[in-house]
């Protein structure tokens, strides 16, 4: 017969299990926008899957949260998760895009990095700040545990100036700053400790543990996460004189690329939808304009087409 523990550790593997099964939902066709039959209407009474698990295992709390955030992360630890990310992200990219950490448009990222680093209340964590550059038409941008940037050749066209771009650099760095990709990384510790007795074996602390891991392994994607990082994007770029309506703009630029399909559940979106992202971050200007009123913001469409930062020359 198998132990309390062991029987106990099953039933959360195979919760666990059907928690991470699940199929990707599919895009819809470039340039269309429309509100896609909800695949999960069956399963999950016709709504959001996240309320089913809101349903099965409770909310998560900010109890929840915290209990993960708690888990600590050396930044010895960071660096080694960071980089097994990164190299097995190049290593799929180089197949499909030219990638280089050199030339005239990633020493023009990194001087952007350098303005707004400062912005960051984790700073000292992250000795440098590696930037890449994807010779790829999308406009993306990613950051990496340890402290690595990617941004895509589309996202500098789509910018189309420096002051928005400048925002997508502070979104990016928000995401170090807050350790939002080490979430994950924290919670799969919290894991092995609750299902491997680390602290010594407790019933109790077993099945607390275990469902508090539950809620949150029922959501793998936070746009609350994306959302934080948009805030601090606005408030550090106008900080430093730049314009935040013109990182706003560009979200409107991005949802009239991608046509986004409002259907979609929230529980399988990493990002709020960019319209939503558009009137918040117009919200949080008007607030800031309130409190720290600034007559004269600048926009850079000339810095971002010379690649000369505003930190060296204004035009």
Known sequence: MLSRFHRNNGRFAVILSLIFAGGVLPRPASGQERRPNNPFAKQFGGGDPQEFFKKFFGAETD???????????????????????????????????????????????????????????????????????????????????????????????????????????????????????????????LAQRTFTGGNGFSPEAFFRDGMMLAKSFSRPFRPEEESEADADGVRWVYKVGYDPREMAKLFLRMAERSREARGAPAFFRTHPYHADRYATAMDLYNELQKKTPKKELYVGRENLRERIPKSEKTF
Do not use: C
């Open 63 to 189: 109890e929840d949260r915290a209990a993960v955030e708690k888990m600590k992360v050396s930044t010895r630890e960071e660096r080694r998760i960071g980089q097994s990310a990164v190299d097995a992200y190049l290593a799929g990219m180089k197949r499909r895009a030219k990638v280089t950490d050199r030339g005239k448009d990633v020493e023009y990222l990194r001087k952007l990095v350098t303005t707004l680093r400062p912005m960051m209340k984790n700073a000292g964590r992250y000795r440098s700040i590696r930037v890449f550059l994807v010779e790829s038409d999308e406009p993306d941008a990613r950051s990496f545990p340890g402290g690595t940037l990617i941004f895509f050749r589309g996202m500098l066209d789509l910018a189309e100036n420096e002051a928005a771009l400048a925002g997508v650099v502070g979104h990016e760095l928000s995401h170090l700053d807050h350790q939002h990709q080490l979430y994950d990384a924290k919670r799969m510790k």
